[in-house]
């Protein structure tokens, strides 16, 4: 399943890397060593790991005192075999003046209904992170005309969501990926259950609580995160800061473990509908939170005044995206912001309250690439812009019909971009002076050796929101 790192301070970070095999003990000591080469000549740290089958044989080795902004060598030896190597680095130090930071952002690579070309380009690129904003894999069973298959039907137990993790990191475009560079991650909802909201599943089985527990632990299993953030009893804290230096601030939040249930669901059902604003009053309740208060808090709180960029890992896109024409009555989709449209106000509320500038929202989810202007009033043309938004599309999951984001476009001024049409990830290129954002896309994610190029470019200056062609 290859090699991973991930959580990147200026002193250490986590290595990942899993065991395989049908007659592996319960417990196999895995040996790993960082270097400042290549040829693993001057090695920087060395350890030992053990990898257990309580936890699918998986190793999180925390290398420390490591030297703050480098780049580093890893590999793991274990039963008498060695992996391949990986390339790591470290964070800059607290106070650094970084001048660059080089990351690409990207989420839902359903195995299924396409390859990963975009990984393959993404690894060639000269990145510093990858920050990957969640539905790492999905549980479905393999859909009609699939590219290629799922192995297993619908995932629900520990076993298979270990088995759909195993076939997702077989890809070897997915495994250069994680090779190439450190990453953050966030989760959605496929790495537990489509449109799940909390300990309420989409079909309301009574049992989520305990596929809930197998999904997360299954999660932390496979992701290069620290034991610190093992699941404990069924919940699992993910959301976290992270700082580049004096350059930027990362704010990775959770959208699913602390929101409130979707407003008007579907009859006999729970999860997302797409609903007028007149029928379902839930949606202006200004006590719904997709974040939970505490996370809420949390955030508003931690908005730094000392960086010079804010970049908020969040899932889906924060934007207000009416469907309809909000003159003849608004009509929105409740899974994402718009169905926590109280909860938006907060957050956006908090920016303006502390005046924090350089703000820019990185989203996923949708299958679409958009470029927006965030403010507290959506409806008033001439309302401050308060953030920037790239939300990416996915890697390789399906999006929704192209003329139908057209047809919103005319209704949603503060959309810049908005294509469904294409799959890729997002570059961004992060200095003291501006933010760069390239829209990468492949040719076609059905090709596994699609070619990529840029469909737009766009900038921000840290001390004025808003995205403007590059």
Same mark, same amino acid.
């Given at each position: 399943?290859?090699?991973?790192?991930?959580?990147?301070?200026?002193?250490?970070?986590?290595?990942?890397?899993?065991?395989?095999?049908?007659?592996?003990?319960?417990?196999?000591?895995?040996?790993?060593?960082?270097?400042?080469?290549?040829?693993?000549?001057?090695?920087?740290?060395?350890?030992?790991?053990?990898?257990?089958?309580?936890?699918?044989?998986?190793?999180?080795?925390?290398?420390?005192?490591?030297?703050?902004?480098?780049?580093?060598?890893?590999?793991?030896?274990?039963?008498?075999?060695?992996?391949a190597s990986g390339r790591t680095r470290t964070a800059p130090a607290a106070d650094a003046q970084v001048q660059r930071l080089e990351l690409a952002m990207a989420s839902c690579q359903r195995y299924d209904v396409g390859h990963y070309a975009a990984w393959r380009h993404a690894a060639a690129e000269p990145l510093d992170l990858v920050v990957f904003l969640g539905d790492y894999i999905y549980e479905y069973a393999t859909g009609a005309n699939a590219v290629r298959a799922h192995t297993g039907g619908l995932v629900r137990t520990l076993a298979a969501y270990r088995e759909r993790y195993a076939l997702y990191k077989s890809d070897p475009a997915l495994q250069a990926a994680h090779a190439a560079c450190p990453w953050l991650v966030i989760w959605d909802d496929h790495e537990v259950a489509n449109d799940y909201a909390g300990l309420q599943g989409q079909t309301l089985q009574p049992d989520f609580a305990e596929q809930r527990a197998a999904a997360y632990q299954a999660y932390w299993e496979h992701m290069p995160l620290p034991k610190a953030m093992r699941p404990v009893d069924g919940q699992m804290r993910l959301y976290q800061r992270l700082d580049w230096g004096r350059l930027a601030r990362f704010h990775l939040v959770d959208d699913r473990q602390y929101r409130d249930p979707q407003a008007c669901p579907r009859p006999g059902r729970a999860g997302s509908n797409t609903v007028k604003a007149a029928d379902c009053p839930d949606l202006a309740d200004p006590r719904r939170t997709l974040l939970g208060a505490v996370q809420e808090r949390w955030l508003a709180e931690g908005w730094s005044l000392h960086q010079r960029w804010n970049l908020l890992a969040q899932q889906t896109l924060m934007a207000r995206c009416s469907w309809t024409d909000p003159a003849r009555g608004a009509t929105f989709w409740t899974d994402g912001w718009d169905g926590y449209a109280a909860s938006r106000q907060r957050v956006l509320g908090a920016v303006a309250d502390r005046r924090v500038? *350089?703000?820019?929202?990185?989203?996923? %989810?949708?299958?679409?690439?958009?470029?927006?202007? =965030?403010?507290?009033?959506? /409806?008033?043309?001439?309302?401050?812009?308060?953030?920037?938004?790239?939300?990416?599309?996915?890697?390789?999951?399906? *999006?929704?019909?192209?003329?139908?984001? %057209?047809?919103?476009?005319?209704?949603?001024?503060? =959309?810049?971009?908005?294509? /469904?049409d294409q799959r890729g990830y997002v570059r961004l290129s992060v200095t003291p002076a501006d933010l760069q954002a390239a829209l990468r896309v492949v040719a076609d994610a059905r090709d596994v050796d699609s070619p990529v190029s840029t469909a737009a470019r766009y900038a921000v200056d840290p001390l004025r929101a808003g995205a403007v062609v590059a």
């Open positions: 399943m290859g090699i991973a790192s991930g959580q990147p301070q200026p002193h250490s970070l986590v290595l990942w890397t899993r065991l395989t095999g049908d007659d592996l003990p319960p417990s196999v000591d895995v040996a790993w060593e960082m270097a400042e080469d290549e040829a693993f000549a001057r090695v920087a740290a060395r350890g030992m790991e053990p990898a257990v089958a309580a936890d699918a044989h998986t190793v999180h080795a925390e290398p420390t005192g490591l030297q703050p902004d480098r780049w580093y060598w890893y590999r793991f030896t274990a039963l008498g075999q060695r992996s500038s *350089g703000v820019v929202v990185m989203g996923g %989810d949708v299958h679409a690439n958009y470029v927006a202007d =965030l403010k507290l009033d959506f /409806s008033d043309e001439g309302a401050p812009v308060l953030a920037t938004e790239f939300c990416g599309t996915s890697i390789s999951s399906l *999006g929704t019909p192209q003329d139908r984001l %057209d047809r919103a476009r005319g209704f949603n001024p503060h =959309l810049h971009w908005a294509r /469904s």
